[in-house]
């Protein structure tokens, strides 16, 4: 476990010690597809991440059954830092999009390497300054960008995620990528058709294949961007 940590960023460079406080608290754990993980108003006690799959966090819009996904996590990555250092319950849902391995850190675990480790503090303190551009970035695009422009940065992002693979699958459906988007389904659908009029994606079988990376990126402008704060 600890040559995994020592991946993560956030926890990179630590010392010997800290990855024992770790190993000694931290749990693996498997959650099956369609798996719920935690729920809003559930006490928001414990630190994830990521080691194998993914996971959507959403809420349920007030007066209806319609699901707005807020945030796509994938293997690697941390999440529901923020809500362990500032409130005492999770504001979201959380549910397995896939089987997936994670690893289950305590509260208690993370306040003590904040005390103990230098390092570690700075490397929190980067995480939530990045998580707070990258929500910048994110209201941006829903107020500036076209449905395709950010489309083709998800298809980018996700074409990236599988390391370039030939095809590979969505983890969302139509109905929830839209959501997820700011959209609605149909236009969606003209947007995945456009793309593939315009020979920059194939879709086919469930699966997505990407025929020009370069448009693609250039389409969804996934480049690096300044934060503003």
Request: neutral net charge; aromatic residues 8%.
């Amino acid at each position: 476990m600890q040559d995994f940590f020592s991946q993560i960023d956030l926890f990179s460079h630590l010392t010997s010690g800290d990855y024992a406080l770790l190993k000694e608290h931290a749990k693996l754990t498997t959650v099956h597809k369609g798996e719920l993980i935690f729920r809003n108003g559930d006490p928001s006690s414990n630190l994830y991440l990521l080691k194998q799959g993914s996971v959507k966090l959403y809420n349920i819009r007030r007066g209806s059954e319609k699901e707005e996904i807020t945030c796509l996590m994938g293997t690697g990555e941390v999440f529901c830092l923020a809500p362990l250092l500032s409130r005492e319950q999770f504001h979201v849902n959380a549910q397995a999009l896939e089987e997936s391995e994670m690893i289950i850190i305590p509260e208690l675990a993370i306040q003590a390497l904040i005390r103990q480790s230098h390092p570690f503090a700075q490397r929190v303190i980067r995480f939530l300054a990045k998580k707070e551009c990258d929500l910048c970035e994110e209201v941006c695009d829903l107020s500036l960008s076209t449905t395709k422009e950010r489309l083709a940065k998800y298809l980018f992002r996700e074409y990236e995620r599988n390391r370039h693979a030939d095809s590979f699958p969505l983890p969302l459906n139509q109905s929830q990528l839209a959501s997820y988007l700011g959209t609605v389904r149909e236009t969606l659908s003209r947007d995945l058709a456009d793309l593939k009029k315009a020979h920059i994606i194939k879709a086919e079988k469930g699966l997505i294949s990407v025929l020009n990376p370069g448009e693609l990126q250039q389409v969804g402008g996934c480049f690096q961007k300044p934060c503003s704060k």
